[in-house]
Structures are given as C-alpha cells and as structure tokens.
C-alpha cells in the first residue's frame, strides 16, 4: 500500500486507497458429497480528486500499479467537473485498528452444518437435504485519505444455510433459509433449518384463492423483500434526482420506525467505517410513521446542504462507492400477531415472486407469493398461483400490527407484519 501511495504523492495532493484482503472458506454437502473450497484475493481501489474531476481505478493484486494510475489519470480525462466532486474529510483518529483480526473457527463450523443435519433426520416428511452449507468470510480493510491519514478495520462473518424437499400425501415441496453473523456461536443452527422444513411442510398441496381484499401476514422473509425496494427511497442520490416514492408531508402507519444501522451482526454487510472513512451510526429514518431522515454520502451530502451519514457503500472493491443503505431495520413491535387474527381469515404469506418488478420510484407492485390461508388462526391450506398488487405507500400506512419474531435476511430486517387491504388476485 505504501508504494501507491508514494507514487500518488508525486501526482496528486487529493486522494483515498481502499486495500482489502479477503479471505474465504466454503463448506457445503450434497448428494454428492461433501466439498470445500478456500479463496483468497487481495483488491486495490483509488479515487483521485483535481479540480473538480474524479478518476477511479481498480487492481486485483498490488502489482502493476503503473497501470493502475494510467487508469486513474484516464478516468480523470473523460470525467465530468462537478464542484462537489471534492476529497471527503471524515472526522476520525489516524491508525485506529477497528474490530479483532480472528482466525477461522473451522471444527465449529462443521458442528453447526452437523446440527442442522441432525435436526432434520427424523422428521416425518423429509424426502431429502438438498444442500447443507456453511462459510467463513475475514476482510482486513485498510484505507488512506491523503488529507487524514490510516484507518483499518477487521470484519468477519459465518453463515449457515439449507435447502430442503419435503413430500407428503404425493406432492412435494423445496424450501430455503440461511443465518449470518459475526459470531459462530450466535447463529441457530436449529432454527435455519427448523424454518425451511416448516415452510416447505405449509406450502405442500397448494391452491389459488378467490380474488379479493384481504388482510395479509407477512412474515419476516417477504416483509424484508420489499423492505429492501421501500429503502431505496431514503437514499440522498434518489431523493436529488427525484427517484423516490416519498413525497412533502407523506407519513406511514404509527407502528413504523425504521433505523439504518451498519452495526447488524446478522447482516450481509457491516461496517465501522463506510466507503469514504466515515464512521458507521445508526440513523433513524422513519419514527412513529413520520418520515425523520434520509442517507447521504460526502458527494450528495454537499449537493443538498448536509454532512454524511456515513452511507458511501462498496459493493465490490472493482466499482466506486456510492450511496446506499447499510442495512435496513424494521424495529420489533409489542403487537401479539395471535390477538389481531383471532376470528379474522387471512392470508399468511410465506416469500415473494417477482420482485424485479417492483417499481422503486412510483412504488407500484404486483407480484406472486408462496403461502397459505388462516381461519381463527388456525391453517386451512397452502397457496399457489396467487398475487398481490397495490402501492408501497399504501402498504406501510396499512400496517396493523408488528410483531417480536425480528429477523434479518441479506441487509434488510423485519419482524411479521399484519397489513390491511391488500388485494389479492386468485380465482
């Protein structure tokens, strides 16, 4: 890392280099058989600021870096000047080490596959474990801003996953779920695979319903899937441009409050520092139904007159960063799901299909959904070959009630919620 940045020193006074080792172990079972796979790649990303230009330029090692700065230096030619494009200056202690360097806790994570595998055996309609599997990812992260200094910080992350088929009475059904987080010992491995086979097992024998209005249970996986589009909204790049569902003085259910957080252990991805250097917070978008703030980075923070949240998000080392969610968090209600369905016949539905389809700017959808029909809150069948349409504004001014059963799914998290007037199209 030091040998680039001597190299930029000698050209430019404004710049950052993001240098990340990532490590990666692989476990995973199969009918046939048991494989493992390790991966280890180093990546080398700079951003250059002059006058108003920005050049980016990206290495998959950290040689050649002649060509890495010919590729800056042709990124700034056919750049556009923009006066916010100026080096961000976060606030931070130059040589702080964030997060432990751990190794790899690889016996642990074959009990854990091993427990899902014993927690499934014996069930009474397992026709098969498609695949058990099981990963370990360590990025070392170090970052230099040329006006602040060194920053690093250590991120690691376990996960855990399942795919199921069950059969029963002559159909069958395949399922899915998976864990992540930070500790080993904080995932469930009963849990994931006690989901899967319980879904699958509610979803065999499926059927439409009759078209209609009706009152709808999400649980936490189709809840977080269109939390995820809903959350493109509070991006500051979406609200400049105009992008965003939310409009001057529009406000949602009460039961809402939605925070970003970069911090979620079960997260795909979390950080202490985002993309630019700024410290990861917690932000508090939505509170009792009132729209509080929105997600910004250093560029689109000067564009509208506001500070980085600390939301400049690199997805890949190869690309730039840009402004994104950390991850989305729909808090935990007090609402007991039991009492707001007892005597009612709703629908509960189980994921979403479709959801490419999903309009992120006007917020319309109409997508397809595995799940089944709730009389008394009692089960009364599985569903198929149903949908859903309607407005993602109405949809979180619906909300009836959230539940306590919060859980996370790639950056985005949810309890169940019950919301009102959906309208479902069947038979």
């Not at 070392?140 to 910080?153: D, E, R, V, W």
């Not at 009792?288 to 600390?310: C, R």
């Amino acid at each position: 890392m030091e040998k680039i940045i001597d190299a930029l020193k000698k050209r430019y006074k404004n710049f950052e280099v993001w240098l990340e080792d990532r490590k990666t172990i692989t476990i995973e079972e199969t009918e046939d058989g048991l494989r493992e796979e390790s991966h280890s790649k180093k990546e080398l990303a700079v951003r250059v600021f002059k006058d108003g230009l920005v050049g980016f330029g990206y290495s998959s090692g950290v040689e050649n870096l002649e060509i890495l700065i010919e590729n800056v230096e042709l990124s700034i030619k056919y750049s556009e000047k923009d006066d916010c494009n100026v080096l961000p200056e976060p606030d931070y202690e130059e040589n702080i080490i964030h997060g432990i360097e751990r190794g790899f806790d690889f016996n642990g994570l074959y009990l854990k596959i091993n427990e899902m595998k014993d927690t499934l055996k014996d069930k009474s309609y397992l026709k098969s474990i498609e695949r058990l599997s099981g990963s370990i990812e360590n990025r070392k992260i170090s970052f230099f801003n040329s006006l602040k200094g060194f920053k690093y910080q250590n991120i690691q992350k376990y996960a855990l996953g399942v795919v199921v088929v069950v059969k029963k009475n002559g159909d069958e059904k395949i399922e899915w779920d998976f864990g992540i987080n930070d500790k080993l010992e904080c995932l469930d491995s009963k849990t994931i695979a006690d989901r899967a086979y319980n879904r699958a097992i509610n979803l065999l024998n499926s059927s439409p319903t009759y078209t209609g209005e009706y009152t709808v249970l999400f649980e936490p996986r189709a809840s977080c899937d269109f939390l995820e589009v809903f959350a493109q909204s509070f991006i500051a790049e979406n609200v400049f441009k105009k992008r965003t569902l939310l409009t001057d003085n529009i406000f949602f259910s009460e039961k809402i409050n939605l925070i970003d957080n970069p911090k979620v252990s079960e997260s795909s991805l979390s950080f202490f520092f985002d993309g630019e250097g700024f410290t990861g917070k917690s932000k508090l978008l939505v509170e009792k139904g009132m729209v509080k703030n929105f997600l910004y980075d250093s560029y689109y923070g000067k564009k509208m007159g506001k500070e980085s949240t600390g939301n400049s998000i690199r997805a890949k080392v190869s690309a730039p960063p840009r402004n994104w969610f950390s991850t989305i968090v729909l808090e935990n209600g007090q609402d007991d799901i039991r009492n707001y369905i007892k005597g009612r016949k709703i629908i509960n539905i189980v994921s979403l299909i479709g959801m490419h389809l999903v309009n992120p700017v006007t917020g319309d959808f109409s997508v397809g959904f595995e799940g089944f029909l709730l009389d008394d809150g009692n089960y009364v069948k599985a569903l198929s070959g149903v949908s859903i349409a309607g407005n993602l504004k109405d949809f979180y001014k619906n909300v009836i009630a959230i539940g306590k059963d919060f859980c996370v799914y790639g950056q985005t998290g949810s309890p169940t919620i019950l919301v009102d007037g959906i309208v479902v199209s069947g038979i």
